[in-house]
C-alpha cells in the first residue's frame, strides 16, 4: 500500500503569512494527488486535483505543485476562513484512495 | 447540483453489521467514470477510505477491512449500500459517502460529499 506522510501535523501562522504543506508518498504516484480541507463538524472540501489543479470555486491563493513522490500545498496569504485541518489523498494505486494524516492550521 | 445523504443507525452494539446507505441525487452512476465512495473519520482522526464502486461496478475495499466489507449500487433508486460485519468499538466514526469522477487516467478525488453519519460501537 502506498503511504503518505504530511508535514508539519501542525502548523501556526498569521492572517497574511504565506504557508506551505509538504506531503510525501512512499512511492511514485505520478500527478494523482489531490488536497482538501475540512473545517471542524464539516465534510472535507476538494482544494485541488491532479496535483496542481484548482477545483472550481477554490480561491486562486491556493496551489498545488508536485509530481512523483514529493508534494506541496501553497496558501499564498492566509485568510481567517482558511485555519483548517488539510488532508492530501493519493489516487494514483488501486483504491480505494489513502489519505495522508492531515495537517492542522491554527492561527497564531 | 450534486448531493449526497447517508442513512443508516447511529448505534450499533459490538459483532453487529453495520448497513449504511447512501442516496444521492444530481448524477447517475451508469455514467461512465463515475463512482461513490464510503470514507470514515474516527473522532479527532484522520480520514479513511473504506470502499469505493464504480459505474461499472468495478469493486474496491481497504485492504485491512475487505474480509468485513461489502458495496453493492442500486441505480433504480441512486443508492449506495456498504455493510460492515463485526463490529467493533474502535469502528466508531462518522461516515460519508462522497461522488468521485475519473479526470483522464485517474479520479480527481471526493468532489461532493455528504453531511456524514456518527455511528457509535457500544454495547
Known amino acids: 500500500d502506498i503511504q503518505l506522510t504530511q508535514s508539519p501535523s501542525f502548523l501556526s501562522a498569521f492572517v497574511g503569512d504565506r504557508v506551505t504543506i509538504t506531503c510525501r508518498a512512499s512511492?511514485?504516484?505520478?500527478?494523482?494527488l489531490a488536497w482538501y480541507q475540512q473545517k471542524p463538524g464539516k465534510a472535507p472540501k476538494l482544494l485541488i486535483y491532479?496535483?496542481?489543479t484548482l477545483q472550481s470555486g477554490v480561491p486562486s491563493r491556493f496551489s498545488g505543485s508536485g509530481s512523483g513522490t514529493e508534494f506541496t500545498l501553497t496558501i499564498s496569504s492566509l485568510q481567517p476562513e482558511d485555519f483548517a485541518t488539510y488532508y492530501c489523498?493519493?489516487?494514483?494505486?488501486?483504491?480505494?484512495?489513502?489519505f495522508g494524516q492531515g495537517t492542522k492550521l491554527e492561527i497564531k | 447540483q450534486i448531493t449526497l445523504k447517508e442513512s443508516g443507525p447511529t448505534l450499533v452494539k459490538p459483532t453487529q453489521t453495520l448497513t449504511l446507505t447512501c442516496t444521492f441525487s444530481?448524477?447517475?452512476?451508469?455514467?461512465?467514470?463515475?463512482?461513490v465512495g464510503w470514507i470514515r473519520q474516527p473522532p479527532g482522526k484522520a480520514l479513511e477510505c473504506l470502499a469505493l464502486?464504480?459505474?461499472?461496478?468495478?469493486?474496491h475495499f481497504s485492504p485491512s477491512l475487505k474480509n468485513r466489507l461489502t458495496i453493492t449500487k442500486d441505480t433504480s433508486k441512486n443508492q449506495v449500500v456498504l455493510t460492515m460485519t463485526n463490529m467493533d468499538p474502535v469502528d466508531t466514526a462518522t461516515y460519508s459517502c462522497?461522488?468521485?469522477?475519473?479526470?483522464?487516467?485517474?479520479?480527481?478525488?471526493?468532489?461532493?460529499w455528504g453531511q456524514g453519519t456518527l455511528v457509535t460501537v457500544s454495547s
Open positions: 462522497a461522488h468521485i469522477l475519473y479526470h483522464g487516467r485517474n479520479p480527481r478525488g471526493f468532489d461532493y
Open positions: 444530481g448524477f447517475s452512476l451508469t455514467t461512465r467514470g463515475v463512482g
Open positions: 464502486v464504480y459505474w461499472d461496478d468495478d469493486k
Open positions: 512511492q511514485g504516484i505520478s500527478s494523482s
Open positions: 491532479a496535483a496542481s
Open positions: 489523498q493519493q489516487l494514483n494505486s488501486s483504491p480505494p484512495y489513502t
